[in-house]
């Protein structure tokens, strides 16, 4: 069994930066790719980055683009989720997502098949 467990959230003053991580179970964690996604009080999961198996490829939701960065270690079993500049509204829960496949995914949640249960991240202005 998969399980994927992120730290790193917490509050912190616009123009402020977090790095998230997703640490994994299981020895094939490092052949898949993932994903991050967030989701805000009364509104739809979102997709925010996703990388390759290898690191070699990764995308990202526009809004994030320059301010959001995902690396992945995997001797470590963890991916990680830089966060610079922050801003009010990227206040939501973050998840990370194993993906279906070692290439790049996709934003669609149908693309992953295990799910961590998320770190708060909290935004002032």
């Known amino acids: 069994q998969v399980q994927l467990v992120e730290s790193g959230g917490g509050l912190v003053q616009a123009g402020g930066s977090l790095r998230l991580s997703c640490a994994a179970s299981?020895?094939?964690?490092?052949?898949?790719?993932v994903g991050w996604f967030r989701q805000a009080p009364g509104k739809e999961r979102e997709f925010v980055a996703a990388?390759?198996?290898?690191?070699?490829?990764?995308r990202y939701e526009d809004s994030v683009k320059g301010r959001f960065t995902i690396s992945r270690d995997n001797a470590k079993n963890t991916v990680y989720l830089q966060i610079n500049n922050l801003k009010p509204e990227d206040t939501a829960v973050y998840s990370c997502?194993?993906?279906?496949?070692?290439?790049?995914?996709?934003?669609?949640?149908?693309?992953?098949?295990?799910w961590g249960q998320g770190t708060q991240v909290t935004v002032s202005s």
């Open positions: 299981g020895r094939t964690f490092s052949t898949y790719a």
């Open positions: 990388i390759s198996w290898g690191g070699g490829t990764t």
């Open positions: 997502a194993r993906g279906l496949q070692g290439r790049i995914v996709g934003p669609a949640v149908t693309d992953y098949n295990y």
